[in-house]
């Protein structure tokens, strides 16, 4: 009987270690067949990254004259909007050229006007003295008829065809001087004329010189990367500041080449960045493709044609546009970075689109009234040197500093009035 008791345990826990292994490995193959047919429905149409980062434009803010720094306006992490001032110029000697340019632009004018009036006054001219070959032709055939009778002299005759020559030849005179001063004159008005033309642009050329002084923000962003200092010389093309507009950035999510036959423009993206954790969640779509891998576009590529070469699965950047709203809700930095998933259900259209913006990507209109308003400048020169207009103020008074100085974003200083460019 002892010898039973020992032995009937052990059938029993074989068929214990044999059912477990079967459950085991039944709800293996259930999970497999499970996470298969998840992956066959779902899954597969779905591409992730880690490897994404937040990306902006950064909007480089230089000089177009040289000049010498007298005050900045913003400083790094300061926010601006558009058209306020960054930075100023020195304006003394933008000013006297402009100075210079618009005196030149009257004195034309005015010696422009002086050539239609000549040519008024050598036309009066031409018809004295064709009043004067008639009177010398009538007294010489007067004469001639008298001649045959011996009634006048021969030396009065002779004094008559002279008479006449002198008139013929100054009639031909001022007809010439008429001719080449119409010359300078025909077929335009003072306003058209090539001098005062010319004289114009010297002053447009003057005029956008000094409003260059001021440098505006181009768009609305937080400053960075501020290098420029009070007193500093700068000159056209150095970098002084830059401008992120965090309002416009977007996510390049860096997937490997595998990933990328399924995708297309337009798909749907779900990502979540580090800043916020996952309970952040972002709607997106894809928005376009890289045209090379990020390898090829290196500041040192690869070189593959070499000996030692090991093949490196690729990376082609994705760009991928955020909503607006969710952006303006939970603010992005350039450089962060971010969780991409894309859902890849949709694979229809041309994995590479070719298609063409019918507008611009990016516009400002800051730069667009210093144009008008210097065309505005040179047509009130014309006028008012042109005999039928009141002449205008050409830089705003003290009292108006305070109306004008929204323009550079700055209010009037204690030496005088803030004002960037000139204002009519």
Same mark, same amino acid.
Not at 373 to 385: C, G
């Given at each position: ?192 004329? &090539? ?72 798909? &749907? ?8 954790g996952s309970k952040i969640k972002y709607r997106g779509k894809v928005a376009g493709f890289g045209a090379g891998t990020g390898s090829a576009f290196a500041l040192l590529p690869a070189?593959?044609? *070499? ?7 690729? $990376? ?40 063409? $913006? ?37 830089? &705003? ?19 005088? &009035?803030?004002?960037?460019?000139? *204002?009519?």
């Open positions: 009987m002892p010898n039973d008791t020992q032995v009937l345990p052990r059938p029993s826990l074989e068929t214990k270690r044999k059912r477990w292994l079967v459950i085991l490995i039944a709800a293996s193959a259930v999970i497999a067949i499970a996470y298969g047919a998840y992956w066959a429905i779902a899954l597969r149409y779905w591409q992730s990254t880690d490897d994404a980062y937040v990306s902006g434009n950064v909007v480089q803010i230089t000089p177009q004259i040289s000049g010498t720094v007298i005050a900045i306006g913003a400083d790094d992490t300061q926010f601006v909007k558009a058209g306020e001032l960054l930075v100023r110029l020195d304006q003394a000697d933008a000013k006297v050229a402009l100075d210079e340019a618009e005196a030149q632009l009257a004195k034309t004018v005015r010696e422009v006007r002086s050539l239609f009036a000549t040519s008024a006054q050598l036309q009066a001219s031409v018809a004295m003295r064709q009043s004067d070959l008639d009177r010398a032709s009538a007294d010489l055939a007067r004469r001639e008829r008298l001649a045959s009778s011996g009634a006048i002299s021969g030396e009065e005759m002779q004094h008559a065809r002279d008479a006449f020559d002198s008139a013929k030849a100054g009639l031909l005179e001022a007809q010439q001087q008429l001719t080449a001063n119409r010359v300078r004159v025909d077929r335009t008005t003072v306003e058209d004329h &090539p001098d005062v033309q010319n004289a114009s642009a010297r002053v447009r050329d003057a005029y956008l010189t000094y409003a260059r002084t001021a440098l505006p923000a181009p768009v609305a962003g937080f400053v960075a990367k501020r290098a420029v200092q009070l007193g500093q010389r700068v000159s056209p093309g150095m970098p002084l500041m830059a401008i992120v507009p965090l309002d416009q950035v977007w996510v390049d999510a860096n997937f490997k080449e595998p990933q990328l036959a399924a995708m297309r423009v337009g798909q &749907p993206v779900t990502l979540t960045a580090d800043l916020y070189q593959n044609a *070499t000996g030692n070469w090991i093949k490196v699965v690729q $990376r082609v950047p994705v760009r991928i546009a955020l909503d607006e709203r969710e952006l303006a809700a939970h603010p992005l930095q350039i450089g962060l970075s971010m969780q991409v998933e894309v859902d890849t259900h949709d694979r229809s259209g041309d994995r590479l689109p070719q298609v063409a $913006r019918s507008v611009p990507a990016y516009a400002t209109d800051v730069f667009g009234s210093v144009d008008a308003l210097a065309d505005e400048r040179v047509r009130t020169i014309i006028v008012a040197n042109d005999g039928g207009a009141t002449h205008v103020a050409k830089y &705003p008074a003290p009292q108006d500093a305070a109306a004008l100085s929204h323009l550079a974003g700055f209010t009037p200083a204690r030496d005088g &009035p803030a004002v960037p460019r000139p *204002t009519l």
